[in-house]
Each structure stands twice: as C-alpha cells, then as structure tokens.
C-alpha cells in the first residue's frame, strides 16, 4: 500500500511541474508576441508610438529574460512573427499596451509614495584617491 502512496505522490508532483511548466510556456509566448508587437512599432508613421517602441520591447525582453534566461529569443520571435496575422498584431498591440499601461500606473502610484516621503537629495559619492 505504501509504493502506491509514493507512486501517487510522485505522480501528483509530476503533473504539477508540468502544469507550471506548460504556465511558463503559455507565458514566454504570450510576452514573445508583446515583443513583436512592440518591434512592429519601430515601422509606425507615428512618431510616438515609434518612439515607444524601444522601451517596450526592453520591457518585454526583460520579462522573458526574467522567466527564461535560457530561452533562444531569436527563435521565439521569429516563431510569433511567423504565426501572427495582421488582425492578431493589432490585438496584441491592445493587450500588450495595456500590461504596460498597468505597470506605468503602479510606477506612478510609486512615485507619488516617494514624493509624499519627500526628496532627500542623493548622497554625495566619496571622494577617490586616485593614484595613477
């Protein structure tokens, strides 16, 4: 009786690394779409979606760099260009916009926190003996 207890145990433990596993998965592709959407901005006539577009694809690429330091970028991102419509682009634009709305908000709340705690001024670095 106690192997199958084990053996259950193992299993459950199994299909919950999966599970995370097939998250993380679900994840890099939503976050490697983001990316391509942001690198299309880099071609908007408008040059503050233009603009953006830099630091929204850092965003992004720190979010994968984040989850998966391992994961082959190049080939996430071809493989999202690849399967990606026109229609799907423009959805993701929403979607992905709105992630960075969201955290624009939470910085700014921050900022405000900080500004309530007041400014002190930045430490003055040390002075260095240089001796070439």
């Known amino acids: 009786m106690r ?3 084990i053996l259950l145990a193992a299993l459950s433990a199994t299909l919950s690394l999966a599970t995370g596993a097939h998250a993380a998965d ?3 592709v939503a976050d490697a779409r983001c ?3 942001a690198l299309a901005l880099t071609q908007s006539p408008d040059p503050q979606a233009k603009a953006f577009a830099p630091v929204a694809s850092l965003y992004f690429v720190g979010r ?3 989850r998966a330091p391992d994961l082959d970028l190049e080939a996430a991102v071809i493989k999202q260009v690849n399967a990606m419509s026109a229609d799907e682009l423009r959805s993701e634009l929403q979607r992905c916009g ?3 709305q969201a955290r ?3 910085l700014k709340a921050i900022g405000a926190d900080l500004q309530r705690l007041g400014n002190p001024a930045p430490a003055t670095p040390p002075a260095t003996d240089r001796k070439n």
């Open 26 to 28: 679900a994840d890099n």
């Open 3 to 5: 192997c199958w207890t």
């Open 35 to 37: 990316l391509v959407a």
């Open 98 to 100: 709105g992630i960075l």
């Open 104 to 106: 624009g908000a939470k």
């Open 64 to 66: 994968l760099d984040g």
